[in-house]
């Protein structure tokens, strides 16, 4: 039996793989087993912000592993202050956190604290979730029902009451009614297209959710820590959200979410919890992931790359008009909206023929989520590639 064989018959079918067995990276190449060199532009889907090998990050890891990987919740865990007060100090909100591990979980524990506020603060009880059509917030069953894609609904029910969602942040204000307690939003929509919002709309939303004492709650699963250019998305977009969600970039790999609030006393002990959440391998890796990159920030490489890539994208934009409308999103968080599906899954498919991972979102857009560290020859090395893939089409 070889490993797809092997693969095929233990594991769920719950995902649509690619067969390439990949043995090492460099920061945005994989090699594969027969040597097989790519170029790495979805990073594990936001996942590898540092880049895959990363001696530091390793050797951070390495560390703490010959030393405590974890020892519960119950008590003091060194790496977990330390990432929780960078976090704060970096996203300049006064808040505490929670760490879960991953993006739904960390999703999970917003909507708990929603509830809480709503349940404790005013006279009726509020609990409804506004959230957005093409929004993704994850797979657990109410991450699921807060996600606004009908079309992930159609089994696992019955769901959890109490989620409404709005055709887009115009349509917010209309259905807010006396239960509402939140509104949940991606600051740029990547799952469902690397679709950004308008930045104005989103602070006047703010504005209005602030003056009704609903709760804004931004998830920023794929757009924080440093995806955009900025540490958190909210940053960029200059607002305070109430409460930020955190997961894919932060661990470098390491699995990890992370619950921001500036609730600081929503939780007493016994109402929240996690027995991995935040333990010594999680949050150690998060801190060294942390420092590279904003030592990266600091030195004005981000900027530069992310300006370089977005010359690339839309070169290949307007010089492939035919398959393509147009170049989305901002910062690492890119993609190209194909004209078609069809178009959609053969650019993909074709890309990875020619040595280049890029990703599906919806919306038709092929996705692009590079290693935030990611340097000007790979980014060349990536690009050209993908062009050969359009010349194939
Ligand atoms: C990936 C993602 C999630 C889910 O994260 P998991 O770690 O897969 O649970 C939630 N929200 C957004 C915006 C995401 O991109």
């Known amino acids: ?9 233990y594991v769920l079918h719950s995902y649509a793989r690619n067969y390439v067995n990949f043995k090492y990276g460099n920061n945005a190449k994989l090699y594969d087993e027969d040597g097989q060199e790519y170029i790495d532009f979805t990073s594990g889907i936001g996942v590898v912000s540092v880049g895959h090998g990363n001696k530091r990050l390793a050797g951070a890891i390495c560390d703490q592993a010959q030393k405590i990987i974890h020892i519960s919740n119950l008590y003091l865990i060194e790496p977990q202050a330390l990432v ?72 696992f029910g019955p769901f959890p009451d109490g989620f409404v969602y709005a055709d887009d942040i115009s ?26 919002q308008d930045k104005k709309k989103v602070q006047d939303l703010a504005k209005m959710l602030k003056e009704k004492d609903i709760l804004l709650i931004i998830d920023e699963v794929q757009t924080g820590i440093y995806r955009t250019g900025e540490f958190l998305a909210s940053n960029l977009y200059e607002i305070e959200p109430d409460i ?70 839309q070169k290949i934009a307007k010089e492939y008009s035919a398959l393509f409308e147009k170049a989305v999103g901002f910062g690492f968080m890119r993609g190209l909206r194909c004209k078609s599906s069809e178009m959609q899954s053969k650019i993909i498919e074709k890309s990875f023929e020619n040595g280049v991972l890029v990703l599906k979102a919806g919306r038709n857009t092929v996705r692009f989520l590079p290693p935030i560290t990611i340097t ?14 359009l010349e194939e089409i």
């Open 171 to 196: 349509q917010i204000p209309s259905l807010i009614d006396d239960h509402t307690v939140a509104v949940m939003i991606e600051l740029i929509q990547g799952e469902g297209g690397v679709e950004p």
């Open 244 to 313: 930020i969600t955190l997961a894919k970039g932060l661990g470098g790999g390491v699995p990890i979410g992370a619950i921001m609030t500036r609730l600081k006393d929503i939780f007493a002990p016994g109402d929240h919890g996690s027995t991995f959440g935040g333990n010594y391998l999680s949050t150690r890796a998060a801190l060294e992931v942390i420092a590279i990159l904003q030592e990266y920030k600091e030195a004005g490489r981000l900027n530069e790359m992310i300006a370089y890539f977005d010359k690339w994208l």
């Open 84 to 155: 929780a007060k960078r976090l704060v100090e970096l996203s300049g909100y006064d808040m505490r956190l929670f760490f879960a591990n991953s993006g739904a979980e960390a999703n999970e524990g917003a909507i708990k604290i929603a509830r809480k506020y709503g349940e404790v603060d005013g006279e009726v009880k509020r609990y409804k979730i506004i959230t957005l059509k093409h929004s993704f917030h994850g797979r657990t069953i109410t991450a699921l029902k807060a996600t606004g894609q009908e079309a992930m609904h159609t089994y």
């Open 1 to 9: 039996m070889n490993l797809q064989e092997m693969d095929l018959e």
């Open 376 to 389: 000007k020859e790979e980014i060349d090395e990536g690009m050209k590639r993908f062009e050969k893939a």
